[in-house]
């Protein structure tokens, strides 16, 4: 197990796309996957950073996920579009996904666009943000796209996948506020880090084979819904917007030998059609300021906006290297030797 290592970003951006190409992506597809994965990685997110290399090249060498794959419009309207992604990358697809509904929703109020037969795009955050880029509130969900099963409340069976539901709103002298959560107690992604890491896992993260909850990632096969009933109720429906409604298929309705299809949804929100958007990043940052003015329980350091945790990490990142846990980069070590690329770190 290898030490943690504190890497700069820009290295990470490198080595993550030349492994990406090595695996048969352009370089234009390989600079998107690894700008996600990177970002994810500077926000803390290592659930959903570099270490998605591993699954990633798997699944194109499974054709899961399909390098070069033509990504068409099957749906349009006025504030309406329907991609199909054929399999594409998921960053790739998702960012053609978030920039048309910015597009649909500048023209008018506001945009939803579908994605079909998507694969994993990295944080629903980053999309969301994306929009809130371009002075729009976004909105982004999905039904999956990794490999972790949710149980449906009161049952050892898996109805779900542990899709996330994400909201970005712009702010001025603020970061924008971002609420970015899985419909699961955690993100599988955690499980793996805490297994790389030989560390414990809550007991109300997930179940063993015997559908008892336990505290070791290597054990945990399904993921328990957050909050009980309140985290299955939005799983359901996550699972009819991002699954039934795009045209993908929910989790509850797959049948064995389905290959898994992930449909996805992107929503913008034009501010200025409402109100001016100075006004509405004025009275943003006015929020946050009565947020971080609201006396801190005992043992806080305060109160802090949603997302303002990973701003800071972000931003201690950028300056200082990003710092992996122990073990975290030993099997995507493994993978990028195996595509003949050296690690970063070695």
């Known amino acids: 197990?290898?030490?943690?290592?504190?890497?700069?970003?820009?290295?990470?951006?490198?080595?993550?796309?030349?492994?990406?190409?090595?695996?048969?992506?352009?370089?234009?597809?390989?600079?998107?996957?690894?700008?996600?994965?990177?970002?994810?990685?500077?926000?803390?997110?290592?659930?959903?950073?570099?270490?998605?290399?591993?699954?990633?090249?798997?699944?194109?060498?499974?054709?899961?996920?399909?390098?070069?794959?033509?990504?068409?419009?099957?749906?349009?309207?006025?504030?309406?579009?329907?991609?199909?992604?054929?399999?594409?990358?998921?960053?790739?697809?998702?960012?053609?996904?978030?920039?048309?509904?910015?597009?649909?929703?500048?023209?008018?109020?506001?945009?939803?666009?579908?994605?079909?037969?998507?694969?994993?795009?990295?944080?629903?955050?980053?999309?969301?943000?994306?929009?809130?880029?371009?002075?729009?509130?976004?909105?982004?969900?999905?039904?999956?796209?990794?490999?972790?099963?949710?149980?449906?409340?009161?049952?050892?069976d898996v109805a779900l996948t542990n899709g996330p539901i994400a909201w970005a709103l712009p702010g001025g002298r603020h970061p924008a506020l971002v609420a970015d959560m899985a419909v699961g107690a955690a993100a599988m992604g955690k499980v793996r880090v805490a297994r790389a890491a030989g560390m414990s896992i809550p007991d109300d993260w997930g179940v063993d084979a015997a559908g008892r909850p336990t505290t070791d990632p290597n054990a945990l096969v399904d993921l328990l819904p957050f909050a009980g009933p309140k985290g299955y109720g939005l799983g359901i429906v996550t699972e009819t917007l991002a699954g039934i409604l795009a045209g993908a298929v929910a989790r509850v309705n797959r049948k064995p030998d389905d290959p898994q299809p992930v449909g996805q949804v992107f929503g913008a929100i034009n501010i200025a059609a409402f109100r001016p958007v100075a006004e509405f990043r004025a009275d943003v940052d006015d929020a946050i300021d009565r947020l971080h003015a609201i006396p801190p329980a005992e043992g806080s350091d305060g109160v802090l906006a949603p997302g303002e945790p990973e701003w800071r990490r972000r931003e201690q990142s950028l300056a200082d290297g990003i710092e992996y846990p122990d073990g975290l980069l030993d099997d995507v070590a493994v993978t990028a030797r195996g595509l003949g690329v050296a690690p970063a770190w070695s």
Not at 37 to 55: C, I, K, N, P, Y
Request: net charge negative; proline share 4%.
């Open 1 to 156: 197990m290898t030490d943690s290592p504190r890497m700069d970003h820009q290295t990470m951006l490198t080595f993550a796309a030349d492994v990406m190409g090595a695996a048969g992506c352009s370089a234009e597809e390989a600079a998107s996957v690894a700008d996600v994965l990177v970002e994810a990685d500077l926000r803390g997110l290592f659930s959903h950073g570099v270490m998605r290399l591993t699954l990633y090249t798997d699944w194109i060498r499974e054709g899961r996920m399909r390098p070069g794959a033509e990504i068409r419009e099957v749906v349009s309207g006025p504030a309406v579009a329907v991609l199909d992604a054929d399999g594409a990358p998921g960053p790739v697809s998702a960012a053609r996904g978030v920039d048309r509904a910015v597009e649909l929703a500048l023209a008018g109020a506001a945009a939803f666009v579908f994605v079909k037969n998507g694969t994993h795009f990295g944080p629903a955050a980053h999309w969301a943000l994306r929009a809130a880029e371009r002075d729009c509130i976004g909105f982004c969900s999905s039904n999956g796209g990794g490999v972790a099963g949710v149980l449906a409340f009161g049952s050892r």
